[in-house]
């Protein structure tokens, strides 16, 4: 929090008990002497300077501003929480900040509400995306953590590494001195039967059997309008491809598999090309923390949401509110989420 004071300029001072009550806030805000070190130099008592700093604020001698930037809109945490049945929500005040600084926002949010949920001897899954990358960039480097963090899907060689899960794998578990492991499959291979071919080798059927267990799962949310899809899907799906699977339905993708406006995985040839521990998973693990904004996201997130493929989103109150105000909504607001 930061403080400031100065001299309310409607208000003149006329006496000198105002000037005495601007010295003691000069001593206290400025100084930052304690209230019975300025007791001790007036020679008053304690609770007359907590008094005196009181009605300093409500005269408006003193101006206190919070100069905190990423500020949270508890009222929309709530009406998501509601809607969705979710275990919590973290909802960025975006104040029509360019999308990298909303994003860096978002990160610090996850960050601090992952912090708040990792113990000793969990293990933690990690997809991948920008907006995670944001938050492996937040978490502080404070203390040691007996984790083991794992990717829940393949690698995608993505042009940007530090993205991907295999990058993203390394950082977190860097910040909490913790251990991780590597999956070294791709994301997407050429057919079901390379994918079937490769899952039954021990080491990734070991990574993707600890990733199904894990306690919590940090998630990305991904899209299909061309503006948010094309960099994931990079050397995987081209355009036309991606254009295909918008028409016939599909809004979003997590653990790199497709589903619709509803969140139901749709039964398509591309979805059984992926290596990951699937969404189907996500309902058995206890914290799915999923972080994405952006009003191009608004119908993916959504999806999800009604999906139940999550219980914990942070995003931002241009996303949230687009969510909200959506014909779409469920009729009537879904149970909460065990």
Not at 43 to 51: A, F, K, P, Y
Not at 155 to 173: C, E, K, M, Y
Not at 261 to 278: C, F, M, P, W
Request: net charge negative; glycine share 8%; with cysteine.
């Amino acid at each position: 929090m930061g403080k400031r004071m100065r001299r309310s300029p409607a208000k003149a001072i006329p006496n000198e008990s105002d000037d005495l009550l601007i010295d003691v806030a000069v001593l206290y805000y400025e100084e930052r002497l304690t209230q019975e070190e300025i007791s001790q130099r007036i020679g008053t008592s304690r609770s007359t300077i907590s008094r005196m700093l009181d009605e300093a604020r409500e005269r408006g001698i003193v101006h206190i501003t919070i100069n905190y930037p990423w500020r949270r809109n508890h009222d929309l945490e709530d009406q998501l929480v509601e809607c969705f049945g979710l275990h919590e929500a973290r909802v960025l005040v975006a104040n029509e900040r360019p999308e990298e600084e909303i994003r860096r926002g978002m990160g610090v949010l996850a960050a601090q509400l992952i912090d708040s949920h990792v113990r000793g001897g969990q293990v933690l899954g990690v997809s991948y995306g920008r907006s995670l990358s944001s938050t492996v960039e937040a978490l502080h480097h404070s203390r040691k953590v007996a984790l083991t963090v794992v990717p829940v899907i393949g690698a995608l060689g993505s042009d940007n590494p530090s993205i991907d899960g295999t990058d993203l794998v390394r950082r977190f578990a860097g910040a909490y001195g913790a251990e991780y492991r590597y999956l070294p499959v791709p994301l997407l291979v050429e057919d079901p039967a390379t994918r079937d071919s490769l899952l039954k080798l021990p080491k990734v059927q070991e990574i993707l059997d600890l990733a199904r267990n894990a306690e919590i799962v940090l998630m990305g949310i991904g899209a299909l309008a061309p503006e948010v899809s094309s960099g994931i899907w990079m050397g995987y799906l081209d355009e036309a491809r991606l254009t295909k699977l918008r028409q016939i339905g599909a809004v979003g993708h997590m653990c790199g598999q497709f589903y619709d406006a509803d969140g139901k995985t749709l039964d398509l040839e591309v979805n059984g090309r992926t290596i990951g521990i699937g969404i189907d998973a996500l309902s058995s693990i206890h914290n799915v923390i999923a972080v994405a904004s952006g009003l191009r996201k608004a119908e993916a997130i959504l999806g999800a949401l009604k999906g139940r493929h999550l219980n914990i989103l942070v995003t931002d109150d241009d996303t949230a509110k687009a969510i909200l105000n959506t014909d779409l909504l469920p009729a009537s607001p879904l149970p909460a989420l065990s």
